[in-house]
Structures are given as structure tokens and as C-alpha cells.
């Protein structure tokens, strides 16, 4: 099946720097990707979706200047986490959406520590 | 628009014995269904998928799960537990039309495997 990879799995990075994740579909172009965040104990929460060419939708509540996300071509969306606090650490997973039959398919997520 | 509901949030199950996760959904259109399971840290992993084919899905692991329109219904089953299915396990709907698509997930169901 169709893969998505993410990169890093995980990060640790000081309070105050800016974060960078990436969201690959390997071997499918997706003309869509999602970027969800996930609190301990707790489902995923859509925080925006990232159509390829055009700006980002965000969820109500996401801040689009902390969390920019950029889809600059049919296989790369990312998502940087600018100026991260604690509160920023989370695990944070990418979906994309095939272009042809729409089917969908999950990176293994990016596991964000902010100390 | 549409939801999903994971009757339980929490399962507990002696090993060899079967699994039952219950999912119920609502859409105003024709619904793809999935079943995600995520290990501790981990991603989401694809177990079994829903696109308005068979409605009895089979799925990796020996689960599988049943479309049921008229109950609105999408089941996970599996006839003998293992200690390695211990994990939470998600149900996720989305819209099965082409182009731009939204997920909808569950709260997710954490599943307990008894020795």
C-alpha cells in the first residue's frame, strides 16, 4: 500500500527554537494532507489541512503563526513549530490523500519534547 | 457533515478470547470507514478499511469488521485475543468522494489483553 513517512519521529529541542516536520508520501502524490496533534490518553485533533500550492486551512483554536505549515509540492507537506514552549510538546501525525481514489494513509508520527 | 462513535472507551479481554469494538457513525454521505490501531508512541497503523465494497472487511492480525447501513454500524472483531493486539484502536470516518476530504476520528477504545 501506499506509504507516508515522517520525519523526525522525534525531537527534542530548547524552549524558544523553531521545529521542522516533515510529511512524505513516498509513493503516491497527494494533493491534500492533514496534520493532527494528539494529547496524552486522547484521539487525534485535526489542526489544519494543507492543500498543495495553496495556504493552509486551520482548525479553529491552531494558530497559524505557531504552527505554519507549507505544501509545497504533491509529495511534501510540513510543519514547523515556531518559537516552541513545553506546551508545544506533543505527538503530532500527518495523513495524506491519495489524488487518484481518495483513500488515506497516516505517517507514524514525530514525538515533539520541549524542555 | 458526519461522526463517529466509539461506544467504549475502554476493553478488557482475556487472551484467546474474542474481541468486540463497537463503532457507530453518522455521515450525509456515502462513508468510507477505518480501523486504526496505534501502540504505545507509535503511529497509526492501517488494520482494515470500508469503501462502499464488501461489506464484511477482513483485516490484517485476524481482525475484521462489518459495514451495517441500516445500524450504522462498523464493528471490530476478532475471534481470539492476543497479547500483542493490546493497544488503543481507533475508528475514523471519511467522506467516500473524490478530492478534498476531511477525517473524522473516534475517541478511541483501549484494549486490555488478559494472560
Known amino acids: 500500500g501506499a506509504v507516508v513517512s515522517q520525519h523526525p519521529s522525534w525531537v527534542i529541542c530548547k524552549s524558544g527554537t523553531s521545529v521542522k516536520i516533515e510529511c512524505r508520501s513516498l509513493d503516491f502524490q497527494a494533493t491534500t494532507m492533514f496534520w493532527y496533534r494528539q494529547f496524552p490518553k486522547q484521539s487525534l485533533m485535526l489542526m489544519a489541512t494543507?492543500?498543495?500550492?495553496?495556504?493552509?486551512?486551520?482548525e479553529q483554536g491552531v494558530e497559524k503563526d505557531k504552527f505554519l505549515i507549507n505544501h509545497a509540492s504533491l509529495t511534501l507537506s510540513t510543519l514547523t513549530v515556531t518559537s516552541a514552549h513545553p506546551e508545544d510538546s506533543s505527538f503530532y501525525i500527518c495523513?495524506?490523500?491519495?489524488?487518484?481514489?481518495?483513500?488515506?494513509?497516516f505517517g507514524e508520527g514525530s514525538r515533539l519534547t520541549v524542555l | 457533515a458526519q461522526s463517529v462513535t466509539q461506544l467504549d472507551s475502554h476493553v478488557s479481554v482475556s487472551e484467546g478470547t474474542p474481541v468486540l469494538l463497537r463503532c457507530n457513525y453518522s455521515s450525509s454521505y456515502s462513508p468510507s470507514l477505518f480501523w486504526y490501531v496505534q501502540h504505545p508512541n507509535k503511529g497509526l497503523q492501517l488494520l482494515l478499511k470500508?469503501?462502499?465494497?464488501?461489506?464484511l472487511v477482513k483485516g490484517i492480525n485476524g481482525f475484521e469488521a462489518e459495514f451495517k447501513k441500516s445500524e450504522t454500524s462498523f464493528h471490530l472483531t476478532k475471534p481470539s485475543a492476543h497479547m500483542s493486539d493490546a493497544a488503543e484502536y481507533f475508528c475514523v470516518v471519511t467522506p467516500n468522494s473524490g478530492g478534498y476530504q476531511k477525517v473524522t476520528f473516534g475517541i478511541g477504545t483501549k484494549l486490555q489483553v488478559i494472560p
Open positions: 495523513s495524506a490523500v491519495t489524488s487518484g481514489n481518495g483513500e488515506l494513509f
Open positions: 494543507s492543500n498543495e500550492g495553496s495556504k493552509a486551512t486551520y
Open positions: 470500508y469503501t462502499s465494497a464488501a461489506t
